[in-house]
């Protein structure tokens, strides 16, 4: 046994601080009550997969099978509105304060987009992460992610985990994770897993802890219904992760209350990347799309349950019948009857329904439906102008459609894109502490290539070998800035006019015949529409007028440009929170 391994078998047996199972005791209760209070947890993720919860078998005989499923035009708005805000991979780069980091800045960015984001793939790829994130916050107000630094045999650096908001125990009275002194996250492993962890770094993992563990006394409290069917392996165990501000982090068992792990300023803060939907003053969880949308989504079931069951009844109406008159023998059993007693039924008695209630269900679904889409800004042309004149035909009418929803995307884009970037700034945060050793850059001409463009005076022969060092990687001072509507999923529209303003632009025949009518090209105009096509949420910061870039007047007729103060940027650097 080498002396590795020996130290690992006598690390001493520590149980977690009184203080810190105290913390988690508190977090714990608040967690509860958010969770439990207003529309559940558990009946927002029933009705986001489609059903309702809390009925029992008995109940189940008593209704009809629509009655416990939702139409979805909730959860369809949900993931529609998160395939437009995150339809393709960000774009961006990293810059620096200080002019002689260029080389490290080139380093960062190379190390980022052809190293990192290919490899960090635990539980999916990086850009179906991303997608989750977003449409995950929309059901629970709030999203996160752990900035976990992997060691493994193909790769080793930064990667973007998923974290269930049921496994993530805020401190309470903080509202975001930069303000937290510390935090808590449970995962759920096998034994196996954290056996061959142990292995591959002995030294920090105490493997007598590990050894006593009991996977079948798996805390399930916080788990969703789905889990609890699905966590029924005796191997499974639960660890819980404390986080601090200062860069601890221990990792213990939950009831035995036993450090598995005690590393000492091992991350640059409290290693989370948080994403809301619709921040609020008085709670740390964001407003979601699901909590606005509840009582809109649960209105448009109650109408179509009933008019489900007035549908059946028309097409299969109740008749009443005198069971002393009637040869019973001839009775279905599918039929529906009110038996008379002691009544003037001498024959069998169709009981009639008034059909008012079907005749007038596609008006009141249409008003109910556009009610709903008009709390998530979405256009919908099936729903007629009479119902609600928001949703007109009109080209003028299906424009300003258009432009609400462009103005609600532009608001959770920019949520997504802050999101991203704070990630992109936490991940070589973390690089830069745990110290990467050499990475070896693949296609590294062809990166070059993209470098020059954006450093064409830089000298780039550092990089020629494809081998970026420890060094370039050590006392980062970067920071991440997103594309603006780099996310946005590229329109037709757009590449249709793109090719219509090449043509003209390339044919002088085209030019000269549209001058000879009259007319003119409106280039400016032309321009503008194809950044607003290409989801440029700040168009008007290029397009400005040419008296004065600042004035309200901006551009052409309808105005636009206005200076706002800089925001405050975030320099990653050991100490980012």
């Known amino acids: 046994m080498n002396k590795n391994m020996e130290e690992n078998e006598t690390i001493q047996i520590t149980e977690v601080s009184s203080d810190i199972q105290a913390e988690f005791t508190e977090a714990e209760r608040v967690k509860k009550d958010v969770m439990s209070s207003g529309f559940a947890w558990t009946d927002r993720e029933q009705l986001f997969y489609g059903r309702y919860v809390n009925i029992d078998d008995k109940e189940k005989e008593k209704k009809n099978v629509e009655s416990f499923y939702s139409t979805g035009e909730l959860a369809t708005l949900i993931l529609d509105s998160s395939c437009r805000i995150m339809a393709q991979m960000a774009t961006g780069r990293f810059s620096s304060y200080r002019d002689t980091d260029i080389s490290k800045v080139i380093a960062a960015n190379l190390v980022y987009h052809e190293y990192i984001l290919p490899n960090a793939n635990i539980g999916g790829d990086f850009f179906t992460k991303s997608r989750q994130v977003n449409f995950y916050s929309k059901i629970y107000g709030t999203m996160m992610v752990f900035i976990d630094y992997m060691v493994g045999k193909l790769y080793t650096g930064p990667d973007m985990v998923l974290v269930h908001p049921r496994r993530f125990y805020p401190q309470p009275g903080k509202y975001s994770i930069s303000d937290m002194d510390w935090c808590f996250v449970d995962v759920f492993v096998s034994k196996k897993w954290l056996e061959d962890r142990c292995k591959d770094n002995p030294g920090v993992w105490n493997k007598a802890v590990i050894n006593e563990i009991n996977p079948s006394s798996v805390d399930q409290s916080s788990l969703t219904s789905e889990e609890k069917n699905r966590i029924q392996d005796k191997d499974t165990i639960v660890l819980r992760n404390y986080f601090n501000r200062n860069g601890d982090w221990i990792i213990f068992e939950p009831n035995s209350k036993k450090e598995i792990l005690n590393e000492k300023d091992y991350f640059p803060g409290i290693p989370l990347v948080e994403k809301l939907t619709i921040p609020v003053l008085d709670r740390y969880w964001g407003l979601s799309d699901m909590e606005r949308g509840e009582m809109p989504q649960k209105a448009i079931d109650a109408l179509c349950r009933k008019y489900f069951a007035s549908l059946d009844k028309s097409i299969d109406p109740t008749a009443i019948i005198d069971p002393e008159l009637m040869v019973m023998s001839s009775v279905h059993v599918d039929n529906k009857f009110w038996f008379a007693k002691e009544g003037n039924v001498d024959k069998v008695r169709i009981l009639e329904n008034s059909p008012q209630g079907l005749a007038t269900f596609q008006s009141t679904y249409n008003m109910m439906k556009a009610n709903l889409m008009s709390l998530g800004a979405a256009s919908d042309t099936s729903i007629p102008k009479s119902v609600d004149v928001g949703f007109g035909k009109t080209p003028e009418a299906l424009k300003m459609q258009g432009d609400r929803e462009g103005a609600r995307d532009s608001w959770d884009r920019y949520m997504q894109e802050r999101f991203l970037e704070n990630v992109a700034n936490m991940m070589m945060a973390v690089a830069s502490k745990r110290g990467m050793d050499k990475v070896k850059i693949p296609g590294i001409q ?59 632009a390339k044919n002088d025949a085209i030019q000269q015949d549209i001058a000879s009518s009259g007319k003119k090209i409106n280039w400016g105009e032309a321009v503008k529409r194809l950044a607003i096509e290409n989801g440029i949420t700040d168009w008007n910061k290029i397009i400005v007028s040419a008296d004065d870039p600042n004035a309200i007047a901006g551009v052409g007729d309808e105005g636009g440009t206005i200076v706002e103060n800089q925001e405050n940027e975030q320099i990653v650097n050991n100490d980012v929170y």
């Open 446 to 504: 062809e990166a070059l290539e993209n470098i020059k463009v954006v450093y064409p005076h830089s000298d780039l022969n550092v990089f020629e070998n494809g081998i970026i060092t420890r060094d370039l990687l050590s006392d980062l001072s970067i920071k991440y800035k997103i594309d603006s509507g780099s996310t946005a999923k590229r329109s037709d529209a757009a590449e249709k006019m793109m090719g219509l303003l090449n043509m003209i």
